[in-house]
C-alpha cells in the first residue's frame, strides 16, 4: 500500500474511533495537530511519514480514554499492521503515542525522536491561545468542573497522580499547565508558535479577571 493510501485510511479510522467525543480530543483537534506538525516539521525535518501516523493516532490511545495504556497501544498496533505499515516505522509510532502526554509539570519527558518531538510540540500548542482556551472551558465542563472559583488556589508543581485526578476549577488550569507550556516547547519553531500564543491567554485572564469585579 502506498503511504497516501495508508495516511487516507488512517484519517478514516481515527474520525470513527473519536467520533461524538466532547472532551477536546475530536477529529478537529487531531487535524489541528496534524497540520501544525507538518508545518513545523517543513522547518525542523523528520520522517513526514511517520509524523503524520502519530499526529492521527495520538489520542486513539490515551489513557483518558482506554481502561488502560496497553490496550490502546494494541489497538494502534494492530491497525498499523492491518495496513501493512513496515515494522520500524511502527515501533516509532508506537514510541511516540507512548510518550506524548503531558503528564503534570514535574514528570520528565521521555521522548527522543525528532518525530516524537514534533507532534509533541503540535499537540501542546493545540492546547494554547484561543483554541486552547476553548477547549479548556470545553473539557472543564464535559468534567463538571467549576469555571472560576477565587477560593480555590491552584496546585503548583503538580504530580502525575494529582494531575490526573485533578477537579480544579478551569481558571486554575491555566496556571496548572496552559501558561507552562511555552517553557516546554521541543523545537525553535514551535517555540515562536508558543510565543504568540502565550500573549493571548494572559490578556485573557487579565480581561478575565476584571470583569469578574465588573471593571470592564
Ligand atoms: P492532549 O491529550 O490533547 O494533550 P489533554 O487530554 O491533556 O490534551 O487535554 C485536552 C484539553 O483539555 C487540553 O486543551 C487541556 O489543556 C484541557 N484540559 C486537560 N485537563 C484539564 C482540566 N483539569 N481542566 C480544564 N481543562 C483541561
Ligand atoms: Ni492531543
Known amino acids: 500500500m502506498d503511504n497516501q493510501k495508508v495516511i487516507s485510511n488512517t484519517i478514516e479510522f481515527v474520525k470513527d474511533k473519536l467520533k461524538g467525543d466532547s472532551s477536546g480530543h475530536d477529529w478537529w483537534h487531531i487535524y489541528r495537530v496534524l497540520t501544525l506538525s507538518k508545518r513545523i516539521q517543513k522547518i525542523e525535518g523528520g520522517n513526514l511519514f511517520v ?46 503515542i507512548q510518550n506524548i502526554s503531558y503528564k503534570g509539570e514535574s514528570e520528565k519527558n521521555k521522548m527522543i525522536s525528532i518525530e516524537g518531538l514534533i507532534v509533541q510540540d503540535a499537540d501542546r500548542i493545540d492546547a494554547m491561545g484561543a483554541i486552547g482556551i476553548a477547549r479548556t472551558f470545553a473539557f472543564g465542563g464535559y468534567k463538571g468542573n467549576e469555571m472560576h472559583n477565587p477560593t480555590i488556589k491552584p496546585i503548583a508543581q503538580m504530580k502525575f497522580d494529582q494531575y490526573k485526578k485533578s477537579n480544579g476549577t478551569t481558571i ?44 470592564e
Open 172 to 215: 486554575n488550569h491555566f496556571y496548572e499547565k496552559l501558561l507552562l507550556l511555552k517553557d516546554r516547547m521541543n523545537t525553535e519553531t514551535a517555540k515562536k508558535i508558543a510565543d504568540s500564543r502565550h500573549p493571548f491567554m494572559q490578556d485573557y485572564l487579565d480581561r478575565f479577571y476584571k470583569e469578574w469585579e465588573g471593571l
Open 51 to 96: 509524523i503524520e501516523l502519530a499526529a492521527l493516532l495520538h489520542d486513539v490511545a490515551d489513557w483518558k480514554f482506554n481502561t488502560n495504556e496497553n490496550e490502546g497501544i494494541e489497538v494502534v498496533s494492530n491497525w498499523l499492521k492491518s495496513q501493512h505499515v513496515d515494522s520500524t516505522a511502527i515501533m516509532d509510532v508506537l514510541h511516540i
